[in-house]
């Protein structure tokens, strides 16, 4: 039983230690001076989100990243969403909307989706993203 308090107490006294001293040293990772330029596309399918997808399109719209574009892919959407993110776009150069047509034999809905906003991607990266989740 003494063995066991003196290892717990080993252990406690270590971490404590590990804290302090990270506490004084304040690690932190460095900062890398190089800056990207590379073109990003965010790609974000998207069906009968209209209720969801403003926030998602305000953050990516809020962040200070330059280069890049956001192409939307409306999916045959039965609510508004094609009419939302027509008027987003319409004041914001970055991004654009599709309009999702009949969906092919052998194809699935969001992989057709993807596939069709990669086509139309130019960026060097690309970043799917799902409307439905922002949180």
């Known amino acids: 039983m003494t063995i066991a308090i003196l ?6 006294i270590l971490r404590f230690a590990v804290t302090l001293f990270n506490y004084i040293s304040n690690p932190k990772l460095p900062h890398i001076g190089r800056y990207y330029s590379d073109k990003v596309s965010i790609l974000v399918p998207a069906r009968n989100e209209a209720e969801n997808i403003l926030t998602l399109l305000n953050s990516i719209h809020r962040q200070d990243y330059n280069n890049y574009e956001v192409i939307i892919y409306d ?28 969906l092919p034999d052998g194809w699935m809905g969001k992989n057709y989706a993807c596939h069709q906003m990669a086509k139309q991607a130019d960026g060097k990266y690309l970043l799917f993203l799902d409307a439905d989740r922002t949180g």
């Open 7 to 12: 290892i717990t107490l080993f252990f406690i």
């Open 75 to 102: 999916d045959d959407s039965s609510d508004d969403t094609y009419q939302v993110c027509t008027e987003f776009a319409a004041g914001h150069p970055h991004f654009r909307v599709l309009k999702g047509g009949k």
